[in-house]
């Protein structure tokens, strides 16, 4: 069974970092196609940051140079490093998984079977 368990969101001030996890289990993170997505309040799940294997990245334009996506296959965990950060980034990141590969990486809902609970990231002016 697939399990994806997110952490280290909190509140921090404009122009603060954040940095989050995302455990898995049942599931490896090597050569595997990953991603990063957030949902804030009255609006549409949007991409963040995808993966491919371990090299090729993609990043929505609202947070390029700002954010960061990576992997640790040793711990099998999925990494954001979130810098500069605004409030409009404030909302719940989700860590999500996938089995196959076509077109990774690409920051696509419908490519994504396995999902997180979630992590609230709330940035204040």
């Known amino acids: 069974q697939v399990q994806l368990v997110e952490s280290g969101g909190g509140s921090v001030q404009s122009g603060g970092s954040l940095r989050l996890s995302c455990a898995a289990s049942?599931?490896?993170?090597?050569?595997?196609?990953m991603g990063w997505f957030r949902q804030a309040p009255g609006k549409e799940r949007e991409g963040v940051a995808a993966i491919d294997g371990d090299v090729l990245t993609k990043y929505a334009d609202s947070v390029k140079g700002r954010f960061t996506i990576s992997k640790d296959n040793t711990q099998n965990t999925l990494y954001l490093q979130m810098n500069s950060l605004k409030p409009e980034d404030s909302a719940m990141y989700y860590c999500a998984a996938r089995v196959g590969y076509r077109g990774c990486p690409r920051l696509s809902r419908a490519d994504f079977e396995y999902w997180g609970q979630g992590t609230q990231v709330t940035v204040s002016s």
């Open positions: 049942g599931y490896s993170t090597s050569s595997r196609c």
